[in-house]
């Protein structure tokens, strides 16, 4: 790999489907970066809630202060929601696993629902609530919150540029959701990664991203594409027997802080 392989772009969802802030550092925790979907919207069922549904959801951001959460949306009143106490727990399901979360109250239940015009409720996990990695692929004590498997999404910048060339115009980042932009390294160099240090933290390569109908929603507006790309020209050449792969699951192995121009080394 180029030594001239750096971290890029660095992308933190504090809300599930929603948009990303963009720091310039992180610190890395057991369960990914922190701040990382730590919330999540379910409906009246506790079922999960995501832009595939509701592409709308990409245009709410949410600034993640001391306390809890900045929420702002189109049309909508700027929300201000406190971390939740340990007295509001409800059960919730994702992806097939039951979970046990705390709810963030009536007040952010009536704007999400107002906003989707659906009813919904915003949940929270915190340090209580447990949710292990798939354990073909991790270890028995690896965590993750409400990403859909696993803490940490790392995806080479030069993957999305080749992307772009195939489909014949500009693919945004942001269809694919990723925590960590590498640059300086070949298209999908990641695929043949297995551990790999970013700065001083330590992470295991562990397993493809299987992509969904997700990517076709714009970042920006919301909207899904009329021509079904990017996953149209995905499906022609990342294509495999788990599905379509684009970008690699990480999960940390130390902690510290990742920084905006950081080094990347591949250890294995």
Request: net charge positive; with cysteine.
């Amino acid at each position: 790999m180029s030594s001239q392989a750096r971290l890029t772009g660095l992308f933190v969802y504090p809300i599930k489907s929603c948009a990303p802030i963009t720091p310039k550092s992180a610190e890395v925790e057991r369960r990914g970066l922190k701040h990382d979907r730590r919330f999540m919207l379910v409906d009246e069922h506790g079922l999960f809630v995501t832009g595939r549904q509701f592409g709308m959801l990409v245009r709410i951001t949410a600034n993640p202060g001391p306390h809890g959460l900045h929420i702002s949306a189109p049309g909508m009143e700027t929300l201000t929601v406190h971390n939740p106490r340990g007295e509001a727990r409800r059960r919730a399901s994702l992806w097939g696993q039951a979970l046990s979360v705390l709810d963030a109250g009536d007040q952010a239940a009536d704007w999400f629902s107002t906003y989707c015009g659906r009813s919904l409720r915003l949940v929270h996990a915190d340090a209580a609530m447990q949710r292990p990695v798939d354990p073909a692929y991790g270890q028995s004590d690896d965590a993750v919150a409400f990403p859909d498997g696993y803490p940490v999404l790392l995806i080479s910048q030069q993957a999305i540029e080749q992307l772009s060339e195939r489909v014949g115009r500009p693919i945004e980042m942001g269809r694919f959701r990723p925590n960590l932009v590498v640059s300086g390294v070949l298209a999908h160099a990641e695929d043949a990664w297995k551990r790999v240090r970013i700065g001083p933290v330590l992470f295991d390569v562990v397993k493809a991203c299987v992509r969904c109908m997700f990517t076709t929603v714009d970042p920006v507006s919301g909207e899904r594409s009329a021509d079904g790309e990017p996953l149209k020209t995905l499906k022609v050449y990342r294509h495999n027997g788990q599905g379509i792969t684009f970008g690699q699951n990480l999960i940390p192995r130390s902690k510290g802080s990742v920084h905006l121009g950081d080094s990347v080394e591949v250890i294995e």
